[in-house]
């Protein structure tokens, strides 16, 4: 048993509601809080003093100084398995050109899945390591990562192949995705429903014999699958056994319609959703997951997470780290500047990067710190949470831990 403290305060993120709008005074704040742990669980948050006595035989793990105590992050939406990059796009894009734009000129995910086609697979997973290497110094300890640059059987189990050994002795949890449904490819000769069929004949039993993935994902949009053909797509799936998410509503509506009527764990995108759509997803069980990486790699508006929030939704901020619509991957960065545009609580704004962050992977063994729960953790430097989205992202956690073992 290890008792790890004492911080300044420990915000458990517990009693908080899965769905809505938070007030910052449902959050708990534990002063002089410290936790107690054992085989990487916690088995105690609360007062560090009383921990001590009560645990007399417990090793303690001193914190010197002042720091709040959060849960490790959850990135619930990343594109993190890629080679090369796209700043030719980037420039191309604060020049003026729109992301279709350039997609249709032969520059958006087409070049990544050219880049990444070229890399091999041992070069693709030491890419990742280091990617995963930088989210968890930063305070993430859970990170979903999708292919979705192979585009064919191949390179679509290359890159999920990458995943898994870059997720082998990695210090975070590591949730792969199969998004071989990204875009129709340009080298298939067939239409887009026709791919798809060859991914449920091809690809995902072959993801599924290798165990590389139990998560299913596809581009809904005028660019890339329609919601006829993506329906019968994610419903075979799902009997042949996966669960299934969609990115959704980016730059047309559509996709997180039929995210509810799938059952969908989550909805990925709605920068473009309408009252509509808010309110669907209100009423559904499907995680509202945000994306405010892809609204700055973009220079377009943030996805209405205020009104989703108000509407009732279940509401999760992922950085969606891909090499085009969002190269910076510092998810509190982000969450704290959409925060500040969208008029998000401190409360909301934690949650969508926790709890809630979890329930859009399915998780409920983190996100928040209770008995149970994997001693996923960080602390930053400071005295108060306030500080932490106050500083907009520049403040970074100087310790981290990953089921109770320091990181950083
Ligand atoms: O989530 N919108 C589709 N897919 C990614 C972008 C991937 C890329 O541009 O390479 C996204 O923004
Ligand atoms: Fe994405």
Redo the contacts with the bound molecule.
């Keep these: 048993m290890t008792l790890i403290g004492p911080f300044t305060q420990v915000l458990p993120l517990t009693g908080m509601p899965l769905k809505g709008a938070v007030a910052d005074d449902a959050l708990q704040v534990i002063p002089n809080g410290g936790v107690l742990t054992e085989s990487g669980l916690i088995l105690a948050v609360g007062d560090f003093e009383k921990l001590r006595k009560d645990q007399p035989k417990s090793q303690i793990q001193e914190v010197q100084g002042d720091h709040v105590l959060l849960p490790g992050f959850v990135d619930c ?1 990343t ?1 993190l398995c ?1 080679a090369g990059n ?1 700043s030719k ?1 980037y420039a191309l894009r604060i020049a003026g050109k729109s ?1 279709l734009e350039i ?1 249709r000129a032969g520059g ?2 087409w ?2 899945v050219t880049q990444t086609r070229q890399a091999s697979e041992t070069q693709l997973a030491e890419l990742l390591k280091e990617r995963i290497a930088r989210h968890s110094k930063e305070g993430v300890t859970t990170i979903e990562v999708k292919s ?2 192979g585009l064919n059987v191949e390179q679509e189990l290359k890159q999920l192949r990458a995943i898994k050994k870059a997720s082998e002795n990695s210090k975070a949890d590591i949730i792969a995705t199969c ?1 071989a449904a ?2 129709p490819p340009r080298d298939f000769s067939g239409s887009a429903s026709v791919y798809l069929e060859y991914l449920l004949n091809y690809v995902l039993p072959k993801v599924s014999k290798e165990k590389l993935a139990s998560r299913v994902d596809i ?1 809904i ?1 005028v660019s ?1 699958f329609n919601s006829t053909d993506a329906t019968d797509y994610l419903r075979a799936a799902k009997q042949m056994g996966f669960e299934v998410t969609i ?1 959704a509503d ?1 730059f047309t509506t559509g996709g997180s319609e039929v995210a509810v009527n799938v059952g969908a764990l989550s909805a ?2 709605l920068e473009a959703s309408t009252e509509k759509e808010i309110k669907k997803l209100a009423a559904s069980e499907t995680v509202a997951v945000v ?1 405010p990486g ?1 609204s700055l ?2 220079g377009i508006g943030f996805a209405p997470a205020r009104k989703l929030l108000d509407a009732g939704a279940c509401l999760a901020i992922a950085s ?1 780290w ?5 190269p910076m991957g510092d998810l509190l960065m982000q969450a704290s500047v959409l925060s500040a545009f969208e008029k998000l609580t401190t409360a909301e704004t934690f949650a969508g990067l926790t709890y809630r962050a979890a329930k859009a992977l399915n998780l409920n063994d983190r996100g928040s710190l209770e008995n149970g729960s994997i001693a996923d953790m960080q602390a930053y430097p400071c005295k108060d949470y306030r500080e932490i989205l106050y500083h907009q992202g520049k403040l970074k956690p100087a310790q981290v831990w990953k089921a109770s073992e320091p990181v950083i």
């Design positions: 939406h594109h890629f796209r796009d992301y997609a958006g995910i070049d990544s979705g640059y998004l990204h875009i581009f949009e890339a990115h980016q990925d995108h994306l892809a790699g973009l969606d891909n090499p085009g619509s969002a």
